[in-house]
């Protein structure tokens, strides 16, 4: 353990911890490198191409049956300077792997001699990392035992190579090799062969630096300097052992935020390293990653590594690899990538790629054929990239400044992101109540991040991508990270970065409100963070010691030009224990250059920021002069805190206006309230800035702050005294009649009223499992209360018991000015205009109650019903089974998975029993947390041989307005405007019972169908309402295009009733019967007869008892799906079928009126319909 010693001292100080030196060994002579791993890889994606083995592995350049120039051998650690460090101990395998990667390469004087530059990074056990920077080049093999291994290598080779293959020209054939085209391998011959007598053997060699930090520009100067030393003609200055002793031991790291400037053996090398609070160090070149890969895939790349998936990256250039993973894990700050992580995969370690994890690794590849056998997205075209052979000249510091700016630049870019995306994100993190130990002790058990409340307020473009992220082990240890770091102190550096970056944006939002969206917000770091740079580089904080002559023997120190000499162990094993140099106050002159930098970083901030903090104390009310104000009359207070509790009315104002303006869409710009460009925010921001607005009201002027959320903190508060007073009995009547009062049915009579309750609503959302944080239950309950429309009153309440509100908040606090607190509470009221589903969209996965209510005509034998019922429901989220209603129960409740919006009632019976017919008038349900009732009418018969013989429909709802809240007393009518429209649903016992239309009715009431749907499409998607609806409703194009085939429909016989699908039936019995008998005018005709035979005999097939109104229903809805409704009335117009059954009035039978139908029924075609399952269930067209 020789030369821990002297200057080494702590782990931190030095700049490098080992010089290393790798290559041939010339005792243990030349040793094949285990590569079968690699062979049986090869061989195997050869196997399946079906190619010949030994042919595939000749071309591919990778096993033992190739020229023994293209062979790889065992490369050794020569040296290592000093022998071991005790922070950093010596990994002999890892650096001998990771150095040459492919072992030991051998060339002649005909091949490309180009030394290449590498980094590479070692990963400990416990998660900590070394830093390597190797430089290969090739040396000239002055061992005659070598060349002649060699020349008996290929001898071998040739003969093995002769055997196998029909014997060519005198056998010179040696190398086996393609050349790409499929010709034999005579080109390549000079190049993969070897004569002892001609031709000059070179092998590669690896100089080495291992670093405790991944300087990679300044590392990769000394050691091109080192090699520049030894192949120039002119001796260096100095000793090769000078240059290495002085990086090793002399040269400091520098501190944060500070730059060092230290001697290479031909210049000055510079490198600068980041303060506590600048993004983490990173030095290879973002850019080159972006001009190989392009913006598309990089992008890519970046997600799926985000995602944690398996990345493996391939490339020639060991640097390339290092350098996409370095930059792409980079990217993600704050977030570590936590699974495997190999950029460079040594050969002998491929097995590695069957890992059954998430991996990132770099795969070298040829240059040869192979490039193509690997699908890979992240690969591209390998191309000279044409920056990569400059050397970097530490003399042009305007080219290296551009680097260090590019690489901040996107940087900051990509942590900007991110820290709008999670602004938040630490109000959703669940605290554990247990002590740390316990809690990590069982932390697979362990939620730590509410993640069901913090979707809730996302931009709706982002959930897909998040909603996988937050499931991703990166993010989890992130979590943890928060969790087990409480004081500054303690915290991850990277994390105590990203918090203040967190927290400067929240400072930002208090001030000047600012609304979340999913559009790119600019980053405002960029500049501060170049500016830091440049100071960096502009004013180097500290020179390092020169190299100097070292107390070495006469005649060490000598080299021949070409050849990396065998330095000095006894000089470069240690450090200096005591001397001139180090004892030159290094800690000294680094603490005095601190406190001066400090000192005018003090003065340079004070004066920057004074102007900024004395306005931000302004605003925010000083909390020094606060509790003098306990004293001063309401006035007073109201006058001194004007400024702050007008700034908070203001917001609100003009959050609620633009919620509205929002909300209406187009109508709001056409009655001039807003202009287009402010619309198309996502309603999940803007209910999330609503929501921090409020919780800023509520943490104004608290006596004591509990817990994340002041909002649900008071709420809690409110719950707890309520229940105290109702178990003492001492609530006043008047405050129960409150609490319980009912809210107006918006049902019928029949269906019992939802109450009305704040308590109620809060144990609603602390019922939900899946939100774990107060503040997210605070933000549910805001969703919930604005769903309800409830949001207002429910404050209004909160608010009402004026004991607590004095108890919880000082007088100056907002909710105490009573004036602001009433306009507070009006333009919440705002929101009752318009209809929410802040609730029901956000939280999908919830169990929902779901109270169902059928009525049945009571005049027509509704009691008498003996067949068992049953029902199921349909939403925009999904739909329930079929649920068995117990027989005479019209009212039951039921739970399942929230449904969304409803649409669609299925409702039937199984016809047994003595009397099966039943007469319903309409069906309703209604969500019982969100009190959103739908009614969904009927008015039709189920029941074989009455009415149509339908034994269930398909009912398509409407979601019933509530009624204003003004006039309080109750009210057992329902609204009128609401009923169903009986004329034409309620008792069709037959056709003709239906009021008689004129052709002008129908034309118009179809124009508005097809309208209603061409609407449809043309509004945002978030304005779309239900197309269900305007297909299968009241006045949809179902109902329009009935009228249309009802008007002069010939009257049937006494007690007999024919329905529209018996024409329909007749109509597709002609045709079938026609084209049997091969009578068809022309072949465009020929297809919509097919058409529409095929569908109404799918229709007539489906096991399903719709009924005929409800087989018209299905193929009026699949005719508007598949764009086939115009073809099918122009072929119906011209069946003689028609000419039976209709009257010479009838609309169909007219062909102006027809073709006008058919013209508006055009316009659907280039809509995409998309029908909802419950209306073509049991179809499979």
């Not at 316990?438 to 909603?467: G, H």
């Not at 022309?1082 to 007539?1100: K, P, Q």
Request: hydrophobic share 35%.
């Amino acid at each position: 353990m020789s030369g821990g010693g002297g200057g080494g001292g702590s782990a931190p100080s030095r700049f490098a911890d080992y010089f290393v030196i790798c290559g041939l060994d010339t005792e243990t002579g030349l040793e094949p490198d285990e590569l079968s791993a690699l062979c049986q890889y090869i061989q195997a994606s050869k196997a399946r191409d079906g190619a010949s083995p030994f042919i595939s592995s000749t071309t591919e350049g990778e096993n033992f049956e190739q020229t023994p120039l293209r062979r790889t051998f065992k490369s050794k650690v020569l040296a290592r300077y000093p022998e071991n460090v005790e922070w950093n101990p010596f990994d002999q395998d890892a650096v001998g792997m990771l150095c040459m990667p492919k072992g030991l390469a051998f060339k002649t004087q005909a091949d490309p001699r180009e030394p290449q530059f590498h980094a590479f990074i070692i990963t400990r056990e416990d998660g900590s990392r070394t830093f390597g920077f190797a430089l290969t080049f090739y040396e000239e093999v002055t061992s005659k035992q070598i060349c002649s291994a060699m020349q008996t290598l290929y001898h071998m080779h040739n003969a093995e190579y002769d055997i196998l293959h029909s014997p060519s020209a005198d056998g010179q054939d040696d190398s086996g090799m393609d050349d790409g085209e499929g010709t034999p391998g005579t080109k390549l011959q000079r190049f993969n062969s070897y004569d002892i007598s001609r031709d000059t053997l070179y092998v590669s060699k690896c100089i080495c630096l291992i670093t405790p930090m991944s300087f990679m520009k300044a590392c990769r100067s000394v050691l091109e300097q080192l090699h520049q030393a030894v192949t120039s003609p002119q001796p260096p200055p100095l000793p090769l052992e000078s240059y290495i002793y002085n990086v090793l031991y002399e040269v400091p790291l520098p501190p944060p935020g500070r730059s060092l400037k230290f001697s290479g053996v031909y210049g000055p090398i510079i490198c600068q390293r980041p303060s506590t609070n600048e993004l983490p160090l990173f030095d290879f070149p973002v850019r080159e990653v972006f001009e190989l890969l392009g913006v598309e895939n990089v992008f890519q790349l970046f997600t799926c590594a985000l995602l944690e998936f398996q990345i493996l990256l391939y490339s020639q250039h060991y640097q390339r690899l290092m350098t996409v993973a370095e930059t792409i894990t980079a990217l993600m700050f704050p977030f570590q990538w936590q699974h495997v992580y190999v950029p460079i995969l040594p050969a002998s370690l491929l097995h590695f790629l069957d890992a059954p994890v998430p991996y990132l690794m770099g795969l070298h590849s040829n240059g040869l054929d192979d490039r193509s056998k690997l699908e890979l997205p992240q690969e591209l075209e390998v191309r000279e990239d044409p920056s990569s052979n400059k050397d970097l000249k530490v003399q042009c510091d305007e080219e290296e400044l551009r680097i260090y700016q590019l690489n901040i630049q996107i940087r900051e870019v990509f942590a900007n992101r991110f820290t709008q995306m999670f602004a938040d994100y630490e109000v959703f993190v669940i605290q554990p109540s247990q002590d740390k130990e316990s809690w990590f002790t069982n932390r697979e058990q362990m939620q730590n991040f509410d993640k069901a409340s913090f979707l809730s307020d996302q931009p709706e473009p982002y959930l897909p991508f998040l909603s996988r992220f937050l499931e991703t082990q990166m993010f989890a240890s992130f979590i943890d990270n928060k969790i087990m770091c409480h004081d500054d102190d303690d915290k991850d550096p990277v994390l105590r970065v990203f918090d203040s970056r967190v927290d400067k944006i929240r400072l930002l939002n208090v001030r000047t409100p600012t609304l979340r969206t999913s559009m790119y917000q600019k980053c405002t770091t960029v500049d501060e963070a170049e500016k830091a740079i440049e100071l960096r580089l502009a004013k180097i904080d500290h020179t390092a010691i020169h190299p100097h002559l070292l107390d070495m023997k006469i005649g060490q120190g000598k080299y021949e030009p070409g050849f990396f000499p065998k330095l000095q162990s006894d000089v470069l094993s240690t450090g200096p224990a005591s001397n001139k140099w180090t004892k030159r106050n290094a800690p000294a002159q680094w603490r005095r250059k601190d406190r001066q930098k400090q000192h005018t970083e003090h003065l340079r901030l004070d004066n920057d920021q004074r102007e900024k903090y004395i306005q931000e104390a302004r605003n925010m009310g000083s909390t020094i002069r606060q509790p003098k104000l306990s004293n001063l009359s309401p006035s007073v207070i109201a006058q001194t805190n004007w400024k702050f509790v007008e700034g908070l009315l203001k917001e609100c104002r003009n959050k609620t206006k633009r919620m509205l303006v929002e909300k209406m869409g187009r109508e709001a710009v056409e009655l001039g309230h807003g202009e287009v460009n402010i619309t198309g925010v996502e309603e999940n921001t803007l209910i999330a800035s609503l929501c921090d607005l409020l919780e800023r009201i509520w943490s104004h002027g608290l006596q004591v702050k509990q817990g994340k959320s002041a909002l649900w903190s008071h709420l809690l508060h409110y719950q707890e005294n309520r229940q105290r007073k109702l178990t003492s009995g001492s609530l006043s009547t008047s405050g129960i009649l409150l609490d319980s009062e009912r809210r107006k049915s918006d049902a019928s009579s029949v269906m019992s009223p939802l109450r009305v309750s704040l308590i109620q609503d809060m144990r609603h959302i602390q019922n939900i499992g899946e939100i774990k944080t107060d503040v997210g239950k605070a933000r549910a309950w805001v969703r919930l209360s604005m769903e309800k429309k409830l949001l207002s009153r429910h404050l209004k309440q909160l608010l009402s018991d004026h004991e607590l509100t004095k108890k919880l908040y000082k007088r100056y606090a907002f909710l105490r000015c009573d004036d602001e607190k009433e306009q507070f509470l009006y333009h919440l009221l705002s929101f009752n205009a318009v209809d929410y589903f802040c609730f029901t969209n956000v939280f999908t996965t919830i169990l929902i109650p779901y109270h169902i209510l059928i009525v049945p005509s009571k005049k027509l034998g509704g009691s008498m019903f003996t067949a068992n019922p049953w029902i199921c429901i349909s939403g925009e989220l999904g739909e329930t089974q079929i649920l068995q209603i117990p027989r005479n129960v019209l009212e039951m409740t039921f739970e399942c998975q929230n449904l969304g919006k409803l649409t669609t009632v299925q409702i039937g019976h199984d016809n047994s029993g003595l009397y099966a017919k039943w007469l319903v008038e309409y069906v309703m349900v209604r969500n019982e947390i969100t009190g959103h009732t739908y009614k969904f009418p009927c008015g039709r018969w189920l029941g074989k041989g009455i009415d149509d013989g339908s034994l269930e429909r398909v009912l398509v709802g409407e979601l019933l307005t509530s009624q204003p809240e003004v006039d309080e007393r109750p009210c057992r009518t329902p609204p009128l405007q609401q009923s169903p429209s009986v004329i034409r649903r309620l008792v069709t016992i037959s056709p003709n019972n239906k009021p008689k239309l004129n052709t002008g009715q129908i034309q118009e009431s179809i124009g508005e169908a097809v309208n209603g749907i061409v609407k449809h499409f043309h509004k945002p998607e978030k304005e779309r309402g239900s197309l269900t609806l305007l297909l299968c409703g009241e006045c949809g194009l179902v109902s329009a295009l009935e009228q249309a085939f009802q008007h002069g429909f010939k009257s049937p016989r006494l007690f007999k009733n024919v329905f529209i699908w018996d024409f329909l039936e007749k109509a597709q019995t002609y045709y079938e019967t026609l084209e049997q008998n091969e009578l068809v005018p022309e072949e465009n005709w020929h297809t919509r007869a097919r058409n529409f035979c095929r569908f109404v005999t799918a229709i007539n097939n489906t096991p399903r008892n719709i009924g005929k109104d409800g087989k018209f229903q299905m193929l009026v809805c699949l005719g508007a799906r598949d764009h086939l409704l115009h073809h099918w009335i122009a072929l119906l117009a011209d069946c003689p079928i028609t000419a039976h059954m209709y009257e010479d009035v009838a609309l169909i039978k007219d062909h102006t009126l027809v073709n006008s139908l058919i013209r508006v029924l055009q316009t659907l075609q280039e809509f995409n319909i998309t029908l909802e399952t419950s209306l073509v269930k049991g179809i499979d067209i």
